[in-house]
């Protein structure tokens, strides 16, 4: 970490819709604010990679069913526990102020676009054909968490009422969203006197320059690089000593790879 680098102890929390670029805004504002980047979505993906390769579990929509929410509840309330215990985070995550709020220990920002904006974005990647598409991705998150926890994230004034920072990034480009952050975040009370509005926008310009059209993976490697990301398995060794009764609930294939007890696939 770059040690001459002002820092805030208000930690940022970023959340938004399927296709607004939430992942690549969060990856860089994590190198523009030298903050610790936790994606909660990696240890999802950790352990869907891992069951694909097992013969022991599969990942049949029933098995789905059942750890997916319970996995889930633990992930959210992780979340909740890190945003107001730790410093120097940068967090993305489907539900975050959600379930806190505004807290003067939590910056959230919500990331929306309209649905043509989010399809274009989406097209420009490469990535229509091979996902599920935009509207049952919508579908099924909204689903998922009415379920959880009865909360629509679709819900704008739920939004309004729970996220400090709104940005529609429809027609926004990536460094207009950037600068508009920086702008919010820096003029925090919290954060006068700690961070210069005018030198992290020098310091933004510099990483824009220098990831402008670079894959999220490369952003992603060089903040490794850099220390300033958590892994998968480093976020569930931690899940595993924070709450460890669920951890012994889940089913023993998944309560292994939280304990490290199985190989885990990156």
Same mark, same amino acid.
């Given at each position: 970490?770059?040690?001459?680098?002002?820092?805030?102890?208000?930690?940022?929390?970023?959340?938004?819709?399927?296709?607004?670029?939430?992942?690549?805004?969060?990856?860089?504002?994590?190198?523009?604010?030298?903050?610790?980047?936790?994606?909660?979505?990696?240890?999802?993906?950790?352990?869907?990679?891992?069951?694909?390769?097992?013969?022991?579990?599969?990942?049949?929509?029933?098995?789905?069913?059942?750890?997916?929410?319970?996995?889930?509840?633990?992930?959210?309330?992780?979340?909740?526990?890190?945003?107001?215990?730790?410093?120097?985070? !940068? #967090?993305?995550? =489907?539900?975050?102020?959600? /379930?806190?709020?505004?807290?003067?220990?939590? &910056?959230?920002?919500?990331? @929306? *676009?309209?649905?043509?904006?989010?399809?274009?974005?989406?097209?420009?990647?490469?990535?229509?054909?091979?996902?599920?598409?935009?509207?049952?991705?919508?579908?099924?998150?909204?689903?998922?968490?009415?379920?959880?926890?009865?909360?629509?994230?679709?819900?704008?004034?739920?939004?309004?009422?729970?996220?400090?920072?709104?940005?529609?990034?429809?027609?926004?480009?990536?460094?207009?969203?950037?600068?508009?952050?920086?702008?919010?975040?820096?003029?925090?009370?919290?954060?006068?006197? !700690? #961070?210069?509005? =005018?030198?992290?926008?020098? /310091?933004?310009?510099?990483?824009?320059?220098? &990831?402008?059209?670079?894959? @999220? *993976?490369?952003?992603?490697?060089?903040?490794?690089?850099?220390?300033?990301?958590?892994?998968?398995?480093?976020?569930?060794?931690?899940?595993?000593?924070?709450?460890?009764?669920?951890?012994?609930?889940?089913?023993?294939?998944?309560?292994?790879?939280?304990?490290?007890?199985?190989?885990?696939?990156?």
């Amino acid at each position: 970490m770059n040690q001459t680098m002002p820092e805030s102890e208000i930690n940022l929390a970023l959340t938004g819709w399927p296709g607004v670029g939430t992942s690549t805004l969060t990856l860089l504002l994590a190198h523009i604010l030298q903050k610790q980047y936790i994606y909660i979505g990696s240890v999802f993906r950790a352990i869907n990679n891992h069951l694909k390769e097992t013969s022991s579990v599969g990942l049949t929509p029933e098995f789905e069913a059942t750890i997916q929410p319970m996995i889930g509840r633990t992930m959210d309330n992780y979340v909740d526990h890190v945003l107001l215990n730790e410093k120097g985070i !940068i #967090l993305e995550s =489907d539900l975050a102020a959600f /379930r806190i709020g505004k807290n003067p220990k939590v &910056y959230s920002i919500f990331i @929306k *676009a309209n649905l043509e904006a989010r399809k274009d974005r989406e097209k420009a990647d490469g990535r229509v054909g091979v996902e599920t598409s935009i509207e049952d991705r919508d579908a099924s998150l909204k689903r998922e968490y009415i379920k959880l926890w009865d909360t629509n994230i679709f819900d704008e004034e739920l939004i309004a009422k729970k996220y400090n920072l709104i940005i529609d990034n429809s027609n926004l480009s990536v460094a207009e969203e950037v600068y508009a952050i920086l702008e919010r975040y820096c003029s925090l009370p919290q954060n006068k006197g !700690i #961070l210069n509005y =005018d030198s992290l926008v020098l /310091r933004a310009k510099n990483i824009l320059r220098k &990831y402008h059209k670079k894959t @999220k *993976a490369k952003i992603k490697e060089d903040l490794d690089k850099a220390d300033l990301s958590y892994t998968e398995t480093e976020i569930m060794t931690d899940i595993a000593k924070t709450f460890p009764e669920d951890i012994q609930s889940f089913p023993k294939e998944v309560q292994n790879l939280f304990l490290g007890l199985t190989d885990r696939i990156a």
